[in-house]
């Protein structure tokens, strides 16, 4: 009797979570793996030659991924450069620093915040809407109906919108940098009054051209890590209209953690090479 109860109150407990626990692993993996063999198959067809149909894929992905996601950079840079400036204006003026609010503006929206949170919000939009457009496309067959009529799946489907995204974020980013600046610098000469020519001397000579290098570079990955995700998870949907919305879900959730993750890994590298 007392072994029973100690059975089903501690080790079925133990053997259900190492189980769930090495499931989860194996899936992890297995997510991996496939994602892996989806660059490498992107790789394959990038290098191949391109034909006139390739080229009017590529040019509606840079239209619908770029063109339609600058509003969410331009508002998320703004806002955020004034938003940093705001609080620096406050804080350092407590120590008579004000003079210093547009370097360190400057220096964070360039290498971290810029190009993270225009990443972040992009890559949510872009990734729940490519993921969203193949998943529905593999629930109703037109996927296998491509297959079976000859054209390959990866080099119409993914390689224009994983190659958009490379093209499309750093691009995004750089106009996110200047327009967080211009947002920083409006907010520190009415709070601060700091000028505006002193502003710009002050971030121009503190910049430097590894700064804005490192920020843009990191966004090229972040974009493909985007782009692949909402791909993988596009093309392997099932089950129906539940099975897309778990694909959307997991492609957000999935883009955002790796984009964070990735962040600090490229932070660490830029710093010991650039």
Not at 120 to 145: C, F, H, N, P, Y
Not at 181 to 192: A, D, F, K, N, P
Not at 206 to 222: E, I, N, P, R, Y
Request: a positive charge; glycine letters at 10%; hydrophobic letters at 50%.
């Amino acid at each position: 009797m007392i072994d029973d109860v100690v059975e089903d109150v501690v080790f079925k407990p133990v053997r259900t979570g190492v189980t769930d626990l090495g499931s989860r692993a194996a899936g992890f993996l297995e997510w991996i793996a496939e994602l892996s063999y989806l660059l490498a198959s992107f790789c394959k067809h990038l290098a191949h030659r391109w034909d006139r149909r390739d080229f009017t894929l590529f040019a509606a992905q840079m239209t619908e991924i770029g063109l339609r996601s600058i509003g969410v950079a331009l508002i998320t840079s703004a806002f955020t450069g004034m938003a940093v400036a705001l609080q620096l204006s406050y804080g350092l003026a407590r120590f008579g620093a004000k003079t210093y609010v547009g370097t360190i503006v400057a220096f964070a929206l360039v290498r971290e915040l810029s190009p993270v949170l225009t990443s972040l919000l992009v890559g949510g939009r872009v990734g729940s809407g490519i993921a969203a457009e193949l998943g529905s496309m593999a629930v109703t067959e037109q996927i296998d109906a491509m297959r079976a009529l000859g054209a390959d799946p990866i080099r119409r489907l993914v390689l224009p919108r994983v190659l958009s995204c490379m093209i499309v974020f750093p691009i995004l980013t750089t106009i996110s940098d200047l327009v967080g600046i211009l947002g920083g610098m409006v907010v520190t000469y009415l709070e601060s009054g700091v000028g505006t020519r002193f502003f710009i001397e002050a971030v121009t000579r503190s910049l430097k051209v590894q700064d804005v290098a490192s920020g843009v570079a990191k966004t090229v990955f972040f974009g493909a890590c985007v782009g692949l995700i909402a791909c993988h998870s596009g093309i392997n949907t099932r089950g129906g209209t539940v099975g897309l919305g778990n694909a959307v879900k997991k492609t957000v959730v999935s883009a955002l953690v790796v984009i964070l993750v990735l962040d600090f890994l490229l932070s660490k590298i830029f710093l010991l090479v650039l």
